[in-house]
């Protein structure tokens, strides 16, 4: 077997409109191809012993162990590597399920389908699979060992992609709540919303976190005494540099019990606390200072209690927490070491701060706390007592969590709504020393310790004991308060030819109503009035540069079929799915050689518009008309003819639609009109001579009125939007020669050459067309497009393009000119190669008030030359 190409999708996609994570991986089976798994000996029963758990695996049966029944009956290695990659992935810990395998034009092979929770982690188990099956086959097994190497380098890979506990709490209620979220390429820094609408986070600091405050709460000295000219019971204490000053120090606190910390430390590091000798003071005193930044030290009166956590989010308290240090607790029998070990089985337990729970470290630390309380790991704990491993609580070092938001006292929460005022900060974790939080800390004796910026949402979000709280619930109603949008209006844009003139003038329409426009197309990314980048951008990551983009207000997104066949779309919905038409052109490429498999690809588009949105869709193109049974949003069609039966129907139901009729492009509801403008007074349509151009214009009306825009609007629009050549070079570029006309336009498959033609054979006079094709087409193609053409023109000359594409001279000219005469034996035509001299040939040949239609290979040099002749004659 051979993997030929790995493809990492990440939005509404050909595979699934639902899924939008997905590896597709085009395998060739080789050797395997046309072998079903009950032709190889010892497969199924290999399969069974390396992967037991694929009982779980329904597949097609419906029932448990449904998918290893198919393997024991015969099924192709394709499916069953799909099936391995899915329980790989889930074996290390990733929930997916989602697969499918189809073959493709190409004998043994196959493209494999299956979902991921992260890319990496995909991509690798898609390998994995195929080694592991591959080595099965061979040997009848697969090493235990390799196994375990495997799901170890796919646990890491899918921890290394974890964004963090409170990170992960924010994004899981965005999804909740439909808010996009991008992860920014800056670490850790992560966008939710699109657009002007976006708000930005990195763990718990966001847009609205004030630099002045944050800065406040890492000083800790500066954050007591605002506190304490605020009146806010704070730990008495002083700031020491120099070691001779430690003594006078402590008795200005009022001498022991006391606590030593550095001045800028944060996560307990470098803290002792509940000091009460000399000798531990000297100790501490080094401990703090090497930690400190500044090696300036704070000694503080120790206060007894337990350490708590008022979560205060946008002036709430929305969660609070008792925090508890690394402990066990005795059973009578077991030793210290041995307690610490049971402990650390906990599965909630792991490493670092992934997990609820953090494992604890036997280490230097836990040994010097214990002896302090004069245990070592060998000594056996009495029932029921309970020895500490740590001075402080915090959850990375083994602590625990108790949830108290139900029992602080109202008078705490005043207290706690004030500390954060004075302080500036809008998500705020405040550490609270007191032995009862039920109780107002006056009562107490209870002092806040220090305010926290960016605190962990670890220990409410998933307290070790009591309620989980929605702290991410309460960051999101900050960000987005019920009723702000986090969205913008998406349309996107697709069809076979058309598309960027569509989303040109859609974008036009927009740009009426005075918002910014970020739109894509085949020449380039623009925002406003300016091009932000150059080239072909249809695909999801140009679209991604509009979405990210913090001033633009409506997104108007060309999608290919490239982009989306590469990729998936850039957004999970849209609010206007556009589908122009379906026609046959680039099959054959990307495993999709029908035209059916082309529709549903295109279809992608109608089926990711959201519910509360519309599908506009060409009620003339049978093809595109049949997507409304696929499509969730509601759907608006758009007709060249007022009889179209589709359209007809449509409307009888009361439903949008829109229509060119007695030449005037109108938007019908139900029985209701709005007479948009007549097809002359709109420049792209050629004085109304380019029937394709209205088409386009149609939709794009349906598009801006489906989202609002004021018909007087989309009248100015349309009535200002014209395809000049430096706008929109090789787009229907007519230029007026004196004596004749000369067209500059790109049509490069067959169903935009005969749109061209419904302009062409409404011109009066001669009409002359310079003729050729791209050699990569296939010949039936090339020959379809020597038969319009004889339709169209008076009298043609077939040229070639210079770049040939695989072919030999001459070679397209001749299959064009063989459709020619196909359509007409007597057809008046030249056939000369250079392009430049066919150009020439043809405004000599033209007679006066005629036409000449180029279609170049480069729009650009045949621009120059057309120029030329322009100055010529002028
Ligand atoms: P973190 O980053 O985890 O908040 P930190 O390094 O910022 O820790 P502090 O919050 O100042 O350090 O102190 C850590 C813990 O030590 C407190 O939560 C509290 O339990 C304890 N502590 C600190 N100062 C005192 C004090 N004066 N009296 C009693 N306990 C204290
Ligand atoms: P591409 O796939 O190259 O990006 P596109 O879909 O963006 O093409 P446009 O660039 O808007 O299409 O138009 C290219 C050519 O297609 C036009 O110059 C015209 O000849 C033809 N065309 C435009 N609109 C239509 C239409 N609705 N139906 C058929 N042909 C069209
Ligand atoms: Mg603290
Ligand atoms: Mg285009």
Not at 387 to 392: I, K, M, P, S, Y
């Amino acid at each position: 077997m051979k993997i030929l190409k790995t493809l990492t999708l990440r939005g509404p996609n050909y595979w699934s409109i639902r899924y939008h994570k997905l590896i597709v991986m085009r395998l060739d089976l080789e050797d395997l191809d046309e072998r079903y798994s009950n032709q190889i000996s010892g497969f199924y029963e290999g399969l069974n012993e390396v992967l037991p758990s694929l009982v779980e695996h329904y597949c097609s049966p419906g029932y448990r162990g449904g998918f290893l029944e198919r393997v024991r009956e015969g099924t192709l290695m394709g499916h069953i590597i799909e099936h391995v990659a899915l329980e790989l992935q889930d074996l290390a810990g990733m929930r997916v399920g989602f697969g499918r395998t189809r073959e493709t034009a190409e004998q043994g092979v196959y493209n494999v389908v299956f979902e991921y929770m992260d890319e990496r982690a995909g991509r690798y188990a898609g390998r994995a699979a195929v080694r592991l099956c591959q080595s099965i086959v061979d040997t009848g097994t697969y090493p235990q060992a390799e196994l375990e190497q495997d799901l170890q380098d796919l646990r890491e890979l899918w921890s290394n992609a974890s964004l963090g506990p409170s990170t992960e709490t924010i994004i899981t209620e965005a999804d909740e709540r439909k808010i996009p979220w991008i992860q920014l390429s800056a670490r850790a820094m992560l966008q939710l919303g699109y657009g002007v609408h976006q708000k930005r986070i990195q763990a718990t600091l966001s847009d609205y976190s004030s630099i002045l405050a944050v800065e406040l709460a890492c000083d800790k000295e500066g954050t007591k005494t605002i506190l304490r000219d605020a009146g806010i019971p704070v730990p008495q204490g002083t700031v020491i540099q120099y070691f001779d000053e430690l003594e006078e120090a402590i008795e200005d606190v009022g001498g022991y019990p006391i606590v030593i910390k550095p001045l800028d430390g944060n996560h307990g590091r470098g803290i002792t606390i509940d000091i009460n000798s000399w000798e531990d003071a000297q100790q501490a005193y080094d401990l703090a200072s090497n930690a400190a930044k500044t090696r300036s030290v704070i000694i503080e009166r120790y206060y007894r209690g337990s350490d708590h956590r008022i979560l205060v989010v946008n002036g709430e308290v929305v969660a609070v927490a008792e925090r508890v240090p690394a402990h066990v607790t005795g059973d009578g029998r077991s030793t210290i070491s041995e307690l610490i070990d049971i402990t650390n089985e906990d599965p909630r337990r792991g490493d670092g701060h992934d997990n609820v729970l953090t494992r604890i470290t036997l280490d230097k630390t836990a040994i010097d706390v214990l002896k302090r309380q004069n245990y070592d790991l060998d000594s056996v704990l009495p029932k029921g007592e309970r020895v500490f491993l740590r001075a402080t609580a915090n959850l990375s070092t083994g602590g625990i969590a108790i949830d108290r938001t139900d029992e602080i006292h109202p008078e705490n929460i005043w207290l706690a709504k004030r500390v954060v005022k004075h302080i500036g900060l809008d998500i705020a974790g405040i550490d609270v020393v007191t032995s009862d939080i039920s109780k107002p800390l006056r009562e107490t004796d209870g002092v806040v310790v220090e305010v926290n910026a960016a605190p962990g949402f670890r220990m409410h979000a998933a307290p070790s004991v009591g309620l989980p709280r929605n702290v991410g619930g309460a960051v999101l109603d900050m960000l987005f308060p019920p009723g702000t949008p986090s969205r913008i209006p998406i349309i996107s844009i697709t069809g076979t030819n058309g598309k960027t003139t569509t989303t040109r003038l859609i974008a036009h329409i927009f740009r009426q109503t005075g918002k910014v426009i970020g739109y894509t197309t085949t020449d380039g990314i623009y925002i406003g009035d300016y091009l932000v980048e150059k080239g072909d951008t249809t695909g999801p990551q140009s679209a991604q540069v509009i979405l990210r983009d913090p001033t633009v207000e409506v997104a108007v997104l060309e999608t290919a079929r490239g982009g989306i066949l590469r990729a998936g779309l850039a957004f999970d919905s849209c609010d206007v799915g556009v589908v122009l038409n379906v026609a046959a052109d680039h099959l054959g490429i990307g495993d999709i050689n029908t035209i059916e498999q082309l529709t549903s690809l295109k279809s992608v588009v109608a089926e990711a518009t959201s519910p509360n949105g519309y599908v506009v869709l060409n009620a003339d193109d049978e093809r595109v008309a049949g997507m409304a049974e696929r499509v969730k949003g509601k759907i608006a069609y758009f007709s060249m003819n007022s009889e179209n039966p589709v359209l007809q129907d449509h409307l009888r139901r009361g439903k949008l639609a829109a229509v060119y009729e007695n030449g005037y492009l109108s938007i019908l509801e139900g029985s209701l009109t709005f007479r948009i403008e007549e097809a002359k007074n709109v420049p792209i349509t050629m004085g109304g001579m380019a029937p394709f151009m209205i088409a386009n214009a149609l939709a794009a009306c349906l598009a801006a009125f489906a989202q609002g825009v004021d018909v007087e609007l989309i009248r100015q629009g349309l009535r200002t939007f014209n395809l000049s050549a430096e706008k929109t070079p090789g787009r229907m570029n007519l230029f007026d020669l004196g004596q004749y006309h000369v067209l500059l336009d790109y049509a490069h498959n067959p169903a935009s050459y005969e749109a061209l033609g419904g302009f062409v054979k409404n011109w009066q006079g001669d009409r002359v067309g310079v003729i050729g094709g791209p050699g990569d087409r296939r010949d039936e193609d090339l020959i379809q497009l020597g038969r319009l053409s004889a339709q169209m023109f008076d009298y043609m000359i077939v040229k070639e393009d210079y770049d040939r594409r695989g072919r030999n001279s001459g070679e397209v000219a001749d299959l064009i000119i063989k459709g020619i005469l196909q359509e007409n034996p007597e057809a008046q035509y030249d056939r000369i190669l250079d392009e430049q001299e066919a150009i020439n040939t043809g405004f000599e040949k033209v007679k006066d008030d005629g036409l000449v239609v180029i279609l170049p290979e480069s729009v650009t040099t045949a621009m120059k030359r057309i120029e030329a002749e322009q100055a010529k004659q002028g």
